[in-house]
């Protein structure tokens, strides 16, 4: 099994809508997570970071993580054209200090106006 | 803007020829990691580093060797560049210490011949 894993998609939304990204992760990787958007050709961006078990929302972003289910997901409220990227999730794998993050495949995001 | 910088943003070269890409920020922070993302991989960690002469490797370091002799700058090279090489290159650091909180260069295009 992957260490985090994501459905490449591509997720395609009626503007106005909300956007579910779904992704997976091993037992190896710990309890912290993140999500990062990359437009085409740009270098990905941190827009999430979640830490705890429940929800975390920062504008119309809400990060969810579910740990019992190892499970994590970001919900874009109101899609809006804009939004159309490439989202990557990732999980810090290993140690406090000498740690790594390892990304999931991404899911190409399409909100159609 | 983290002050990250890499270099070249784009090469083409032969298979066999050695190449080295740099990365370079200006705020002196400790971790600094080296990706390559392909169509359908996602980003994969190549090496990455926890300080001067601290590094180790990634998911897909076969064929990679780094270095770090200053803080400032994080070099990877492929000794002998093969075709499965081609791909585009990113470097992040962090500058929350050793979290998934990473802010990414532009890239460096990579094409093997």
Not at chain 1, 60 to 76: D, E, G, M, P
Request: aromatic share 12%; hydrophobic share 25%; with cysteine.
């Amino acid at each position: 099994q992957k260490e985090v894993e994501q459905n490449s998609g591509p997720l395609s939304v009626p503007e106005g809508a909300i956007a579910s990204l779904n992704c997976t992760y091993s037992d190896r990787v710990s309890q912290s997570f993140f999500w990062y958007r990359q437009y085409s050709g740009k270098s990905p961006e941190l827009i999430m970071s979640i830490y705890s078990n429940g929800d975390k929302e920062d504008g119309r972003f809400t990060a969810q993580l579910n740990k019992a289910s190892q499970y994590v997901s970001l919900l874009i409220r109101d899609s809006q054209p804009s939004d159309s990227a490439t989202y990557l999730c990732a999980g810090w794998y290993g140690s406090s200090n000498t740690g790594k993050l390892i990304f999931g495949q991404g899911t190409t995001l399409q909100v159609k106006p | 803007d983290a002050g990250i910088t890499q270099s070249p943003r784009h090469k083409v070269t032969e298979t066999g020829t050695p190449v080295t890409l740099r990365c370079h920020q200006t705020e002196n922070h400790r971790y600094m990691y080296w990706y390559r993302q392909d169509p359908g991989h996602g980003l994969r960690l190549i090496h990455y580093s926890y300080g001067v002469k601290d590094t180790d490797k990634g998911e897909v370091s076969d064929g990679y060797s780094v270095s770090r002799s200053k803080t400032e700058d994080f070099l990877l090279t492929l000794e002998s560049a093969t075709s499965s090489q081609t791909s585009v290159y990113f470097c992040a650091i962090s500058t929350t210490g050793a979290s998934g909180e990473l802010f990414f260069g532009e890239g460096s295009r990579l094409t093997v011949l």
